[in-house]
């Protein structure tokens, strides 16, 4: 079974909304503008490029992302990574012609059966609608945080407010950096 992981950055109160400054938020492009970039702390973006064997995305950001990361040097090993969207709404002529290989799922039952066939780690970015359904369904295996030290109140959320039983995680991986930044990586336990 390949391992689904939800990597996200993500404000101490739990807001994910436009980290790189997209449009409409208020706080928009916080990961910059908030906080002083040391470039160990982003270490682990770069080997999610390396390990990661396909990308899982939500409709919008994967329209986001399609218009910009095809050309941008830091992201060129998702290029040719194998691409998922998951969206009910999205159709073949909506896909970005220069971005390599991409499917379009129609459902959690879809993700469900993409990680039962063979190969490596699914890797989401963004997506936080759809983070929170995977999370719900109990078909993430790990979250890749990388957490700053601010609070931005209002926001779209990575977690999920559904009420559920408890969902204890096991954290395999973390460091703080100078600049207030936490790394955490947590396995989830099913």
Known sequence: MRTLISTAFVSLDGVVEAPGGEPGYRNAGWTFKEVDFLPEAYEIKGREQREATAMLLGRVS??????????MEEFADYKAMPKYVVSTTLTEDGLAPDWGETTILRSLED????????????????????????????????????????????????????????????????????????????????
């Open 62 to 71: 994967y329209e986001a992302f399609s218009r910009v990361w095809p050309d």
């Open 111 to 190: 993700v469900a059966a993409l990680k039962e066939t063979d190969g490596g780690p699914i890797i989401v970015h963004g997506s936080a609608a759809l983070t929170r359904s995977l999370a719900d369904a109990g078909l993430i295996d790990r979250y890749h945080l990388l957490v700053f030290p601010l609070l931005l109140g209002a926001g779209k959320r990575l977690f999920s407010t559904t009420d559920k039983p408890a969902q204890k995680l096991k954290l395999t991986e973390h460091e703080t950096y100078a600049n207030g930044i936490q790394k955490m990586v947590f396995d989830t336990t099913h």
